[in-house]
T-cell receptor, first 114, second 114 residues
Framework: DAGVIQSPRHEVTEMGQEVTLRCKPI?????LFWYRQTMMRGLELLIY????????DSGMPEDRFSAKMPNASFSTLKIQPSEPRDSAVYFC????????????FGPGTRLTVT | AQTVTQSQPEMSVQEAETVTLSCTYD???????LFWYKQPPSRQMILVIR??????QNATENRFSVNFQKAAKSFSLKISDSQLGDTAMYFC???????????FGQGTTLQVKP
């Protein structure tokens, strides 16, 4: 079975540019999560969806960050405009449902903003 | 709010020996789940083991086992017969059944030496 798919795997962009990260959850999973990992702050939950509906976006650091889930098989995380401090690894994860099921992670996108 | 603490930033073990990674957590919830994830240099987050809070029996997965002490809010991971491939960062994580949020500890870097 295919796991969680993320693209791109690496992204290098200049400050001020728009960045869009993409995620395809495991088929049949109803919950999707976006995380950010940095050395300083570790793994942080940014936002999560259940049945395509955003449930909690309190982890989104600023208005420059936005996320959408237009259907059950696709989600995007957008940063506009990007800043050097956004450099991190961004993970997408999915689970069967909220609360009682383990989350399976994608390979991550390493974002570098220069 | 829930917190997860891993007090050992780095550990090392000789190949074939046993090592225990510590984790404590704080919560007022009664229904929750605990996990250990492994992150090797490839940065893929891999689920190692899962424990349901309502189960008294400690979870085991081959060479990996946990010591779950609910009253003490402690959840340690024991790796037996350590292998070079076990070298990775290990994250303890708490999953709230109420919110579906997965909260991670800071991680412990484990090096297995030949």
């Amino acid at each position: 079975d295919a796991g969680v798919i993320q693209s791109p795997r690496h992204e290098v962009t200049e400050m001020g540019q728009e960045v869009t990260l993409r995620c395809k959850p495991i088929s049949g999973h109803n919950s999707l999560f976006w995380y950010r990992q940095t050395m300083m702050r570790g793994l942080e939950l940014l936002i999560y969806f259940n049945n395509n509906v955003p449930i909690d976006d309190s982890g989104m650091p600023e208005d420059r960050f936005s996320a959408k889930m237009p259907n059950a098989s696709f989600s995007t995380l957008k940063i506009q405009p990007s800043e050097p401090r956004d450099s991190a690894v961004y993970f997408c994860a999915s689970s069967l449902a909220l609360g009682d099921y383990e989350q399976y992670f994608g390979p991550g996108t390493r974002l570098t903003v220069t | 709010a829930q917190t997860v603490t891993q007090s050992q930033p780095e550990m090392s073990v000789q190949e074939a020996e046993t090592v225990t990674l510590s984790c404590t957590y704080d919560t007022s919830e009664n229904n929750y789940y605990l996990f250990w994830y492994k992150q090797p240099p490839s940065r893929q987050m891999i689920l190692v083991i899962r424990q349901e809070a309502y189960k008294q029996q400690n979870a085991t997965e081959n060479r990996f086992s946990v010591n779950f002490q609910k009253a003490a809010k402690s959840f340690s991971l024991k790796i037996s017969d350590s292998q070079l491939g076990d070298t990775a960062m290990y994250f303890c994580a708490f999953l709230s059944s109420n919110t579906g949020k997965l909260i991670f500890g800071q991680g412990t870097t484990l090096q297995v030496k030949p």
